[in-house]
């Protein structure tokens, strides 16, 4: 995984913006965006989503788009995670084609106590998929070890169940990440569905068949509504 240090007044310096700016666009760049009015505008992805290279900010939050391929740098039009709720690529080469801007729980673990209920917004594409639950994922900046001032580029991805507008962190940096999981559907209606899926993830083979392949947890939770029937 890629090294990034935790040095904001350094960050120009070692990653010129200019690096990271679009020089071609091709039609494989084309997206529609939706709105968070509902409204749709097209366009071609100028800068991406992601932007790791700042480690003072937050990875896909952001991105601008221009009307035309040969367009300049300063014809771009930028939106916020808070400004679409979908972006679509229109062309059948790109995979995955859909992101989406989600809701993700989050859970601190390098904080002794956790009393409030967090959310983070970020850009997910959309993985996979099964009749009551869909995967989304996207790269996301962690920390080495408590404390440190390195962060590392890690893939998340997260679960979206049917009927609960948020996305729950399943695996992240190819370890199982259910904290947040477990700190927001803690007690409640919700206690059947933590107790059993602590009760799977106990085995090991169980959490190293998710962690190999995330999409494994869609399964998992169909066994959990087919378990509310008996």
């Not at 310096?13 to 097209?42: I, N, R, Y």
């Not at 995967?135 to 001032?149: E, S």
């Not at 009760?199 to 083979?205: A, R």
Request: glycine letters at 6%; hydrophobic letters at 35%; aromatic letters at 12%.
């Amino acid at each position: 995984m890629k090294r990034f240090l935790l040095a904001v007044a350094c960050a120009g310096l070692l990653f010129p913006a200019a690096t990271w700016a679009k020089k071609s666009l091709t039609p494989a760049d084309h997206v529609v965006v939706t709105l968070a009015d509902g409204s749709t505008v097209q366009g071609y992805l100028y800068d991406h989503w992601y932007k790791g290279q700042y480690a003072s900010t937050v990875p896909n939050t952001k991105f601008s788009i221009v009307e035309k391929m040969d367009d300049e740098k300063d014809d771009r039009d930028e939106y916020t995670v808070n400004d679409v709720t979908a972006i679509d690529f229109t062309s059948p080469e790109v995979k995955p084609a859909h992101y989406r801007a989600c809701k993700v729980a989050y859970f601190d673990t390098e904080k002794l106590m956790q009393l409030l209920i967090n959310y983070k917004y970020q850009i997910m594409a959309r993985d996979s998929a099964s009749a009551h639950a869909t995967i989304y994922r996207c790269t996301v900046l962690v920390p080495a070890t408590v404390g440190d001032n390195v962060l590392y580029e890690a893939e998340q991805y997260g679960v979206m169940m049917e009927g609960n507008p948020v996305v729950y962190p399943i695996v992240t940096g190819g370890k199982l990440d259910l904290e947040a999981m477990y700190h927001h559907l803690r007690g409640g209606k919700n206690g059947k569905f933590t107790r059993f899926m602590k009760n799977h993830f106990k085995k090991k083979k169980n959490r190293k068949a998710v962690e190999r392949s995330p999409q494994a947890f869609l399964q998992v939770y169909e066994e959990y509504l087919s378990s509310l029937s008996k």
